[in-house]
């Protein structure tokens, strides 16, 4: 069921708090939780994204959870994706994050190095703050 912009956009932004939370923590074993909630933050700021511009986002399965799938997403005149977006605005470096990370998977994935993870963390808060900022205004 799609839900409305302002409610993902809440919960997006739920699940920010808690990555910041993580990481003021210093608690290595919580760096892997914000992570885990850096990557739903941003999949709730797509869909809210999606949503907010008559587009309907995968909400079911793998693909519902998926960066790269909600990233292609079409809405407005169906031919407008945030990628589109992107390329429009020529923010190419917001999309440092290695391909793997796009997947649901990589939630679930324990890092072992923690420079790694947070530089993981990073380019998901820069991606979020771009559609949040820029796109969702």
Not at 29 to 34: G, K, M, Y
Request: glycine share 4%.
């Amino acid at each position: 069921m799609q839900q409305k912009w302002d409610e993902l956009e809440s919960r997006a932004k739920n699940y920010f708090k808690m990555c910041e939370l993580a990481i003021a923590s210093k608690d290595q074993t919580l760096i892997q939780n914000a992570l885990e909630n850096m990557h739903l933050a941003l999949e709730l700021i797509m869909k809210s994204m999606i949503a907010k511009n008559g587009g309907n986002y995968p909400d079911f399965g793998r693909k519902g959870h998926d960066l790269e799938t909600l990233m292609l997403c079409k809405f407005q005149d169906q031919n407008t994706s945030i990628l589109v977006l992107a390329k429009k605005q020529s923010v190419h470096s917001l999309f440092n994050i290695g391909l793997s990370s796009w997947s649901m998977d990589c939630r679930y994935i324990l890092m072992e190095n923690y420079d790694d993870m947070k530089a993981s963390i990073e380019d998901y808060k820069e991606l979020y703050r771009w559609i949040s900022n820029q796109l969702l205004k």
